[in-house]
């Protein structure tokens, strides 16, 4: 089995930053992708940013210039450093992780961000 914790959420005002972290436990032998996703109420689920396990990072448009995506393999921990914030960043924010050898993707609980006006 394995868990994904995250943590970092909370409410912030325009303009503001907040950093989240997913720390990954239990039967890992390695993680290969981490990412990113959130979801506004109404809205799909949309991945934010993703970073491979050999630290190439990807974006989406409205993450570019103002998140940034890291990860610390020694603590199976990925990290989004979320500044510039704006209300339509408002979501909760999902992690996510394709644990070796099977490659499977998990998911965490969740944790809300939100951005007040």
């Known amino acids: 089995q394995v868990q994904l914790v995250e943590s970092g959420g909370g409410l912030v005002q325009t303009g503001g930053s907040l950093r989240l972290s997913c720390a990954a436990s239990g039967s890992i032998f390695a993680i290969n992708d981490m990412a990113w996703y959130r979801q506004a109420p109404g809205n799909q689920r949309e991945m934010v940013a993703r970073i491979t396990s050999t630290a190439t990072t990807a974006y989406a448009d409205s993450a570019k210039g103002r998140f940034t995506i890291s990860r610390d393999n020694a603590k199976n921990t990925v990290y989004l450093q979320m500044n510039t914030l704006k209300p339509e960043d408002t979501a909760v924010y999902y992690c996510?992780?394709?644990?070796?050898?099977?490659?499977?993707?998990?998911w965490g609980q969740g944790t809300q961000v939100t951005v007040s006006s």
């Open positions: 996510n992780a394709r644990i070796l050898p099977t490659n499977r993707a998990y």
